[in-house]
């Protein structure tokens, strides 16, 4: 389920297409200043599990860079 409108404003410009994060709770990003931005769906109660699998992603997508 893609972020609302809402969300997808706090990110920004971006350089990439959002990866969803653990089922779409949340989406991860590369901002057109180089910066990687992850959003949450808004009311969204972040468990352990839920930051394992942003991290996770984003250890994925940099190559473990």
Same mark, same amino acid.
């Given at each position: 389920?893609? %972020? !609302?409108l809402a969300e997808n404003r706090m990110l920004g410009e971006q350089k990439m297409e959002p990866i969803t994060v653990n089922g779409g709770k949340g989406a991860?990003? %590369? !901002?057109?200043?180089?910066?990687?931005?992850?959003a949450w769906k808004s009311g969204i109660v972040l468990?352990?599990?839920d930051v394992h699998a942003a991290m996770a992603t984003l250890r994925e997508i940099t190559d473990g860079s």
């Open positions: 389920m893609p %972020l !609302g991860i990003q %590369l !901002g057109a200043d180089g910066v990687v931005y992850l468990q352990g599990d």
